[in-house]
Nanobody
Framework: QVRLVESGGGLVHTGGSLRLSCVASERIYSINSMGWYRQAPGKERELVATIASGGSTSYVDSVQGRFTISRDNAKNVVYLQMDSLKPEDTAVYYC???????????????WGEGTLVTISS
């Protein structure tokens, strides 16, 4: 089974930066998209950023201009560079991958366990 492992979370002051990474434990035959979700205390989980096959990206309005998503297709790794962090960015961030483990399987979603990002004021 594919396991996604996130890293890079931590505690930083307002205005600081963090870089999250997510790597798949197994090789993926075909990746349709990868993305990051987050869930803040007392709020529902929301989509933060996605990167599709071909490299097109999208962001939720609240992070656009501050966050950058990228990936290394050869290594099956996705990154989230977070700059100018604000207290409202505090949340558990989850990695998501949509793809095929093998060529004969349909695409499915895989999820990481999450990494905590805390921004102090």
């Amino acid at each position: 089974q594919v396991r996604l492992v996130e890293s890079g979370g931590g505690l930083v002051h307002t205005g600081g930066s963090l870089r999250l990474s997510c790597v798949a434990s197994e090789r993926i035959y075909s990746i349709n998209s990868m993305g990051w979700y987050r869930q803040a205390p007392g709020k529902e989980r929301e989509l933060v950023a996605t990167i599709a096959s071909g490299g097109s990206t999208s962001y939720v309005d609240s992070v656009q201009g501050r966050f950058t998503i990228s990936r290394d297709n050869a290594k099956n790794v996705v990154y989230l560079q977070m700059d100018s962090l604000k207290p409202e960015d505090t949340a558990v961030y989850y990695c998501n991958l949509n793809g095929r483990r093998f060529s004969f399987l349909s695409a499915v979603d895989y999820w990481g366990e999450g990494t905590l990002v805390t921004i102090s004021s």
